[in-house]
């Protein structure tokens, strides 16, 4: 999963950050202006499901072309590549997407347990709330004075002061009121692309021979990792929108740790192939 500095880059609008990147003051001057008449809000969700499909992604070709190179290296033949692969990316995929759903749902839930507790405390103690608040502020450099009108402007309106509260205090966004129904889609989302990338090398298996019935199994191995690292470089490239990575820069990294996973399973099938030969 992406780091909080990764999420905060992600929700920044596209047309804020590239007004930033060409140091262009005219354009952003006028971004925020439309944004204000549209009375709009641009913001992107953390890419809504753009990062389940790429980080799930990624996950499900990286352990998949592992498999492949593991087995090629350990000489293992096609039907054997292809039974190990499907199987393990469909189980990996439905633990990915479970595991996805429960985690989110989880945390949701803890957050609105910790909001629960702010409301009661703000209901029945609101100055103690006031006094943090204002004291957090002071630690961020607002004046004493400054920081005391700000809060007790805040204060007049609980809802809204708790949410602020929870961010301010305890680093939590609220989720919304249907977080159940999104922590679904998001497991989902999650299952649906690691089993859908996860299945593109070994799908080279299946659909390059009837293509090529004269290809060999080395050839076919080749042709998985051109696939592979083609798609690897291509998600590392979408990815950059989620860093502040330039894409190149974030396609070749992507491309450089796959080859290495690729490479120590390839190596290990290796070793233990002769292990178990000789």
């Known amino acids: 999963m992406p780091s909080s500095s990764d999420e905060s880059t992600a929700l920044v609008p596209d047309g804020a950050r590239k007004a930033y990147d060409g140091l262009d003051t005219e354009a952003s001057k006028n971004f925020h202006d439309k944004k204000h008449e549209a ?14 499909i790429i980080f799930g992604g990624l996950d499900g070709i990286l352990t998949s072309f592992a498999i492949v ?18 199987s393990n990316i469909f189980a990996d ?23 629960r507790r702010e409301n009661w405390e703000m209901e029945n103690y609101p100055e103690g709330e ?49 977080h159940k129904t999104e922590s679904m889609k998001e497991g989902v989302v999650m299952f649906c692309a690691f089993a859908t990338f996860g299945s593109l090398p070994i799908l ?16 076919l191995f080749a042709a998985a990792c051109i696939i592979t690292g083609l798609v690897l470089f291509g998600m590392g490239c979408v990815k950059s929108n989620f860093s502040a990575s330039n894409w190149f820069v974030c396609g070749l990294e992507t491309l450089l740790l796959g080859g290495a996973c690729a490479t120590v399973a ?6 233990v192939d002769k292990q178990l030969v000789h």
């Not at 190179?69 to 190990?84: E, I, Q, T, Y």
């Not at 080279?204 to 050839?219: K, V």
Request: charged share 20%; glycine share 10%; proline share 5%.
């Open 39 to 52: 009375n709009t809000e641009m913001h992107q969700t953390e890419g809504g499901f753009l990062k389940p």
């Open 69 to 86: 190179a593991g087995a090629a290296g350990g000489k293992m033949p096609v039907p054997v590549v292809l039974v190990l692969g499907f």
């Open 93 to 115: 995929a439905l633990a990915m997407g479970v595991g996805e759903f429960l985690s989110s749902k989880a945390e949701n839930e803890w957050i609105l347990k910790e909001r």
């Open 130 to 178: 006031i006094r943090e608040m204002i004291d957090i502020y002071v630690e961020r450099g607002m004046s004493v004075e400054d920081a005391t009108m700000v809060i007790h402007t805040m204060a007049k309106y609980q809802d809204f002061f708790v949410d602020v509260m929870m961010a301010e205090e305890l680093g939590l966004q609220v989720p919304e009121e249907d």
């Open 204 to 219: 080279g298996y299946i659909i390059i021979p009837a293509l090529f019935p004269t290809l060999g199994e080395d050839l």
């Open 266 to 271: 390839y190596t290990v099938g290796q070793f």
